[in-house]
């Protein structure tokens, strides 16, 4: 029985994150085409990268979807058609195991960090303490400020969580421009859309990035930990399978870390 196509939704967020419509297969789905990987936006960069040494060493290629884990977890739930699912936040993972929606528990893949990218205009600079920001909010210097969309996106929520930590949630909401994702978010800060914002330091260690303004790590206490889970969903087959082993190996986990992720080897044991 043929595998239905993606939704419209997903055909549409993947080209707002700038992956080839076609990489999806629509109108020509086979039996041996490469599995669909539903990924967090966080991994916008750094998974292709993975995926490209995963062609070369078993000589099999996976078609990447990015976009927010809240979103995607919905649409696996609701029958989308992917065969592994990496997540920003392990809750969406735990939800879909405990729904029937995901083989196993899945595994943690990495720990993720956020930080305040200002960019080439902006009224503030970037400082872990948000100092700079605080002062321009107060002599209402601030314009469009960026985030992921909280409601569905774990960098959106960590952003608030940290935002209201230094108690700058509330003057800054009238303020916020919120990006279906954070790779959208942080594609507004580029294009000048939003002066700043939050955003993950995984996107920041890009090169797309390297030139889009000054990154302030943010500290990691001051949101809920950004654990990533990636599990296997019911349709994987061998390709989705070796591709999930190969996310767990060294040079994927070399890879990870090179983007700034914490690995669980790291901290979380």
Same mark, same amino acid.
């Not at 503030?124 to 400020?145: C, E, I, N, S, Y």
């Given at each position: ?11 549409? !967020? =993947? /080209? ?21 990987? &539903? ?6 960069? &750094?998974?292709? +990268? ?21 979103? *995607? ?16 936040? +392990? ?21 993720? !960090?956020?930080?305040?990218? &200002? ?6 600079? =970037? ?33 608030? +969580? ?17 990006? +279906?994702?954070?790779?959208? /978010? ?23 990035? &390297?030139?889009?303004?000054? *990154? ?54």
């Amino acid at each position: 029985m043929p595998r239905p196509c993606p939704s419209r939704r997903t055909l549409l !967020r =993947a /080209a707002a994150v700038g992956i080839p419509v076609g990489i999806l297969g629509v109108g020509h789905a086979r039996a041996a085409a490469p599995p669909a990987i &539903a990924a967090a936006a966080d991994l916008t960069y &750094a998974l292709p +990268e993975i995926a490209a040494s995963f062609a070369r060493e078993s000589g099999h290629e996976v078609k990447l979807v990015f976009g927010s884990s809240g979103n *995607f977890a919905a649409e696996i739930a609701n029958g989308a058609p992917f065969q592994v699912f990496l997540s920003a936040d +392990e809750a969406y993972v735990t939800s879909l195991v405990q729904s029937g929606h995901a083989r196993r528990d899945g595994v943690l893949y990495a720990v993720g !960090r956020i930080g305040l990218l &200002a960019g080439p205009g902006a009224a503030f600079t =970037a400082d872990p303490a948000l100092d700079g920001l605080r002062a321009a909010l107060a002599q209402g210097r601030v314009r469009k400020f960026a985030i992921a969309n909280p409601t569905h996106a774990p960098y959106g929520r960590a952003a608030r +969580e940290a935002l209201q930590h230094a108690g700058l949630w509330e003057a800054l909401f009238p303020h916020l421009v919120l990006g +279906e994702n954070v790779a959208q /978010a942080a594609q507004f800060i580029r294009a000048g859309a939003a002066e700043g914002g939050v955003i993950p330091l995984s996107l920041a260690r890009a090169p797309t990035f &390297a030139q889009a303004g000054a *990154f302030a790590l943010i500290a990691a206490d001051w949101h809920q930990p950004l654990r990533q889970r990636m599990v296997l969903l019911p349709g994987a087959g061998a390709i989705a399978t070796a591709f999930y082993d190969f996310v767990q190996k060294p040079p994927a986990r070399a890879i990870f870390r090179r983007y700034g992720f914490l690995l669980p080897s790291d901290r979380l044991g």
